[in-house]
C-alpha cells in the first residue's frame, strides 16, 4: 500500500518528457503507458528490471548504514558539507531500511522536522540540526497527481547559512560517474528530477509558511557511483534553478490535466483520453515510454527529424525531414530559414570532407 501511494516514480516518469501531453495523463491519472501500448499492440519493454531495482536498494542502504556514514563522508569531500556539519535523520520506510512504519509516519516525522528546524535560530540549536536527512517524504498540495502527490526524496543535507539553516536537495542514481563522459542524457534527466523535488519541497514549505525560515538551495547534488564500485561519487553545486522553473510550469499543467475526467484512475475512461492527447516524441521516449514505437512511427510520417536524434531536431529546426531531403536534392529554398539551413548543411560538408 505505502509503495502504492509513492508517487515518485510517476514524478520521474512525468519529468522524463514534460511536453507530452499523453505522458502526463498517464503519470497523473496512473494508468501505465504499458497497458495503452497493450492496446495499441506494441511491445511492452519497460516493465522494470528486478535486478536493477536490486542494485538500486542495494546502493542506497549502503550509504545511510551505520548512521548516514559513507553518505555523510562523500558530501564532506565534495564540500556539500564542512567537515564539522554530522549528524544524521532517517525518515525512510522499515521496508527501505529505515525506521518509519508507513508513509503517514514518515510524513508526520519529516513534517516535524521541517517544522523544528525552521525554529532553530541560536548556535546551538543550529549545531545540532542533522547534517543528513534519508528519504524525507513531503506531500506536495494542490492536487498534482491522483489521488496525491506523495514524493520521496532521495536524501538531503541541511546546511547552515549565518543564523539559519538551509536544505540541499541530493538524487541518488546507481549509473558511473564518468567526470566529463557521464551519460549526457542520464545526467540532463537526474537534474529534471531533482528540479522537480526543489520545487515541490519548496511549494510544502509555503503551505508550512516556513519559506523564509528554511529556504532551499537552487544548487543540488547528484550522487552516481564510482566506475566499477558501489562507492558514491558526488558531483556537487548542480544548478537546479532552470530545472526547479521548469517544473514550476509543469505543475501548473499537471494541476489543469488532475482536474480532467472528474478525476478518475479508471483504464477505461483514461486510455481512450491518453490516446487522444497530444505528444511529443523526444529522444528519450525510448529510454522509458512504452508507446515509443507508436510515436516513432507517427512522427517518422510526419517528418518530424527527431526521430534522428535530438541534435538533428536542433539543427533542423521547423524544417521536416521530407522538406530537407528535397531541398538536398536541389529544390529551392522557399524562406530565409531554408536557405540558412542549406548553408549550414553546405558548411557541414565542407567540413566534414
Ligand atoms: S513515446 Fe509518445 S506517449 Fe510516450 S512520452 Fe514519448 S511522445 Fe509521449
Redesign the pocket.
Known sequence: MSESRDTRLRFEQWAK?PQ?T??AISAVHNVR?SEVAKREGAPITFGQSPFALARGQTFERSLFREQGKTMLEALHKARVLPEDRAGFADFRLRMSGGKQPNLDAALQATKDFLESAAKASTPAALAALPAVLAGPVVRIPGGLMLPEAILVIDVMAVQIEGDRPRLVVGEVKTYPDRAGFTDAGELATARAQAGVYVHGLRLVLADLGLTDALPVSDEGFLVLTRPGFNRPSVRAGESLQYQAQRAERGFAKLRVVAAELGGSTDPDIVIPRIQAAP????ES?LSF?D??P??HKAALASGDPTVLGDEVAHFLGATTLHRAFELMSGAEPGNEAETDLLARIAELGERNG
Open positions: 518528457n507530452c499523453a505522458n503507458m505528444t511529443s516524441y523526444c521516449c515510454c508507446r515509443a507508436v510515436c
